[in-house]
């Protein structure tokens, strides 16, 4: 393993580690690298700050491990993963909501699920004339739909385990994306024969 890529998972864990007791704004870089044991120039070497930390661990863990699960088959499987992993780091992914580091924390969110649905659009929208704005659109509009309903979920303490989420998000969606996809293909073949009249 690279000596970088060693620095930065001991930063990682060791924040995770202190994310378990106090909450993310009373956390210092000075406190991180003290228990580290490494000097501050090296964190700011790696990183801009605590929340540039925060961001590179949740890319880092998450957004990796769904890479397989972007198919209209698999989706589900993605999600339940997103989840799980929220629910694995509830500590961390609380104290992010309840503090300055929010914005990571829905940066996270909408990048790991437009990973995903971006995915699942590109196969839904294969052999259709649906430009690549309007596929764009729709990986957003879901993208936040389920990024809200996660943040709620989130902030309302996670009482709901994540196959209860996955089920009612999956129930909710069945078949929309891929009516969205096919509405918009279905608006261009008419756009483009009304042209021809």
């Not at 209209?72 to 104290?95: P, S």
């Not at 936040?144 to 996955?166: D, N, P």
């Amino acid at each position: 393993m690279a000596m970088t890529t060693y620095t930065k998972q001991v930063l990682a864990q060791t924040l995770k580690e202190l994310l378990k007791t106090k909450p993310l704004d009373k956390i210092t870089v000075i406190e991180l690298v003290e228990i580290c044991n490494i000097n501050r120039q090296t964190f700011y070497y790696h990183f801009q700050d605590i929340y540039d930390l925060l961001g590179w661990i949740y890319r880092k863990e998450a957004v990796d491990a769904i890479k397989s699960k972007r198919s209209y088959a698999t989706w589900q499987q993605g999600l339940h993963d997103i989840l799980e992993y929220v629910e694995e780091n509830k500590t961390m992914c609380v104290n992010t909501y309840r503090s300055l580091g929010r914005e990571h924390l829905e940066v996270f969110l909408n990048e790991v699920l437009y990973e995903l649905l971006g995915g699942v659009v590109d196969e839904i929208a294969q052999d259709t004339n649906i430009s690549s704005e309007q596929k764009a659109f729709v990986v957003r509009f879901y993208g936040y739909a389920f990024g809200g309903t996660l943040l709620e979920w989130i902030r309302g303490g996670m009482k709901e385990s994540c196959e209860e989420m996955v089920h009612y998000i999956s129930t909710t969606m069945e078949g929309n994306i891929k009516s969205s996809v096919h509405n918009f293909a279905s608006m261009q073949t008419e756009d483009t024969r009304k042209g021809m009249l």
